[in-house]
């Protein structure tokens, strides 16, 4: 192909883009942030295309193997830190997916490529959380928050009662977008406690008519993280799952639905997971928009339209990384033992640092603390950020400090906090 009609040519020839001439190399490289100095100092590599007749101008990949001081320890929410191993997958991966001449951004989502993929992806998903037949798997887009609106409009009809059981932020606005589609009723709330509890099942009285009993398994912003779930009236349980998804074992057989951005624990924004029993499926609200209709996406094996390819993609190297791991037993005593030593350095200092979680519920994901002298927080923050350590700095909605520690975040991330929380107590107390 003429060098003229390449959409490489356009971008060389846009007067507005800055060519960056990498020393290493004697090609031109465009990009539209000048600001951007690609790594090229690995090999060049040899690259065919599969197109034949197209001259490609060679783009010198990223090197394999990168060391770990390239990286930080990234204590997010969400999204969140990635294994490793499923990063440099993917980068393997990025240009010619296995063969195919092209990248997974490129595929059709219909042709058996990605059809291979999203199958892969869903049946090592069944095989992690050990789903049975009864229950659909859909990779959905929208996020979580889609979700909250989605359920009431699939599950119930506008004058069914539902109840909400309120820990969180996350679960206050599930419970309010509900207003919109069906009755709902908080049966309890955390709130006068801060958020800093999950509620005794026995004490609960829960709407005798209630349609399904809605629970965020694990509030992010706050920290408390359901060890059991209760076991609503008529059986129908709902979970936001979104950010303890996939970190231990579930009996999915408990509940009706559940739901998770994947974000946090297995893959990047834009993929949101619903497994949903199949019986459940089929009675929306007439005013449910077609993207929102789990009957759709269930009849289309998630592929009614175009989903996010790219994502569940990387959900899926993740289900991998985590079957090698040897399951979500396996990945539930690695959390075990992270979240163990963060609360013992909290609870070891004397009160210097403070989780404000009752010990019972705290979350293995999300650590919140405080400084007991709180105007060293921003200091904390940002030594913490000098040694490598980002995102430690709590939602706005609550402050102090969040220490996200999920699925792929390595002990050695967890033990380097806590050497830091050590040292600056000692400088600090
Ligand atoms: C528990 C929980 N639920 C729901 C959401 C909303 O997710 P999304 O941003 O994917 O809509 C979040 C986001 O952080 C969350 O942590």
Same mark, same amino acid.
């Given at each position: 192909?003429?060098?003229?009609?390449?959409?490489?040519?356009?971008?060389?020839?846009?007067?507005?883009?800055?060519?960056?001439?990498?020393?290493?190399?004697?090609?031109?490289?465009?990009?539209?942030?000048?600001?951007?100095?690609?790594?090229?100092?690995?090999?060049?590599?040899?690259?065919?295309?599969?197109?034949? #007749?197209?001259?490609?101008?060679?783009?010198?990949?990223?090197?394999?193997?990168?060391?770990?001081?390239?990286?930080?320890?990234?204590?997010? /929410?969400?999204?969140?830190?990635?294994?490793?191993?499923?990063?440099?997958?993917?980068?393997?991966?990025?240009?010619?997916?296995?063969?195919?001449?092209?990248?997974?951004?490129?595929?059709?989502?219909?042709?058996?490529?990605?059809?291979?993929?999203?199958?892969?992806?869903?049946?090592?998903?069944?095989?992690?959380?050990?789903? #049975?037949?009864?229950? #659909?798997?859909?990779?959905?887009?929208?996020?979580?928050?889609?979700?909250?609106?989605?359920?009431?409009?699939?599950?119930?009809?506008?004058?069914?009662?539902?109840?909400?059981?309120?820990?969180?932020?996350?679960?206050?606005?599930?419970?309010?977008?509900?207003?919109?589609?069906?009755?709902?009723?908080?049966?309890?709330?955390?709130?006068?406690?801060?958020?800093?509890?999950?509620?005794?099942?026995?004490?609960?009285?829960?709407?005798?008519?209630?349609?399904?009993?809605?629970?965020?398994?694990?509030?992010?912003?706050?920290?408390?993280? %359901?060890?059991?779930?209760?076991?609503?009236?008529?059986?129908?349980?709902?979970?936001?799952?979104?950010?303890?998804?996939?970190?231990?074992?579930?009996?999915?057989?408990?509940?009706?639905?559940?739901?998770?951005?994947?974000?946090?624990?297995?893959?990047?924004?834009?993929?949101?997971?619903?497994?949903?029993?199949?019986?459940?499926?089929?009675?929306?609200?007439?005013?449910?928009?077609?993207?929102?209709?789990?009957?759709?996406?269930?009849?289309?094996?998630?592929?009614?339209?175009?989903?996010?390819?790219?994502?569940?993609?990387?959900?899926?190297?993740?289900?991998?990384?985590?079957?090698?791991?040897?399951?979500?037993?396996?990945?539930?005593?690695?959390?075990?033992?992270? /979240?163990?030593?963060? %609360?013992?350095?909290?609870?070891?200092?004397?009160?210097?640092?403070?989780?404000?979680?009752?010990?019972?519920?705290?979350?293995?994901?999300?650590?919140?603390?405080?400084?007991?002298?709180?105007?060293?927080? /921003?200091?904390?923050?940002?030594?913490?950020?000098?040694?490598?350590?980002?995102?430690?700095?709590?939602?706005?909605?609550?402050?102090?400090?969040?220490?996200?520690?999920?699925?792929?975040?390595?002990?050695?991330?967890?033990?380097?906090?806590? /050497?830091?929380?050590?040292?600056?107590?000692?400088?600090?107390?």
């Amino acid at each position: 192909m003429a060098m003229a009609t390449s959409p490489h040519t356009l971008l060389l020839k846009n007067p507005n883009l800055t060519p960056l001439k990498n020393p290493n190399f004697n090609n031109p490289i465009t990009t539209t942030n000048t600001n951007t100095r690609f790594n090229l100092t690995a090999k060049p590599l040899s690259i065919k295309c599969a197109a034949t #007749s197209q001259t490609q101008t060679p783009i010198q990949a990223p090197p394999q193997t990168q060391s770990h001081q390239d990286r930080l320890f990234n204590f997010a /929410a969400g999204p969140a830190t990635l294994p490793e191993k499923v990063l440099l997958k993917a980068q393997s991966e990025l240009y010619n997916w296995r063969g195919s001449g092209m990248s997974v951004m490129e595929m059709s989502h219909r042709g058996k490529e990605f059809l291979s993929i999203i199958q892969k992806a869903e049946s090592d998903l069944r095989t992690l959380l050990n789903i #049975s037949d009864d229950y #659909s798997v859909l990779f959905l887009q929208g996020g979580a928050t889609t979700q909250f609106a989605a359920i009431p409009l699939n599950l119930v009809s506008p004058s069914d009662t539902v109840d909400f059981i309120v820990t969180g932020s996350w679960s206050d606005k599930a419970f309010k977008e509900a207003q919109k589609y069906s009755k709902p009723s908080t049966i309890w709330s955390g709130k006068s406690e801060k958020y800093t509890k999950i509620p005794s099942f026995h004490d609960l009285e829960q709407n005798p008519d209630a349609k399904f009993l809605h629970i965020c398994a694990n509030e992010t912003i706050h920290g408390v993280e %359901y060890k059991d779930y209760p076991s609503p009236k008529n059986g129908l349980l709902v979970a936001d799952m979104s950010s303890n998804f996939c970190s231990k074992p579930v009996d999915v057989s408990k509940f009706g639905l559940i739901y998770a951005g994947a974000q946090k624990n297995v893959g990047p924004s834009g993929v949101t997971i619903v497994i949903i029993k199949k019986d459940l499926i089929g009675n929306a609200q007439e005013i449910t928009p077609v993207m929102l209709d789990y009957k759709i996406h269930a009849d289309n094996n998630s592929l009614y339209n175009t989903p996010p390819c790219y994502g569940i993609y990387m959900c899926g190297l993740v289900f991998e990384d985590l079957l090698d791991q040897g399951g979500l037993v396996e990945v539930e005593k690695k959390n075990e033992k992270k /979240a163990e030593i963060l %609360y013992n350095a909290i609870d070891g200092s004397n009160g210097f640092y403070r989780c404000p979680v009752e010990k019972s519920v705290r979350s293995l994901m999300n650590v919140p603390f405080t400084l007991e002298k709180s105007e060293l927080e /921003a200091e904390f923050i940002k030594e913490a950020a000098k040694e490598n350590m980002v995102q430690l700095k709590g939602h706005r909605s609550v402050g102090g400090m969040r220490a996200s520690i999920y699925n792929a975040m390595p002990l050695a991330g967890v033990e380097k906090l806590v /050497a830091f929380m050590k040292d600056f107590q000692a400088r600090n107390a």
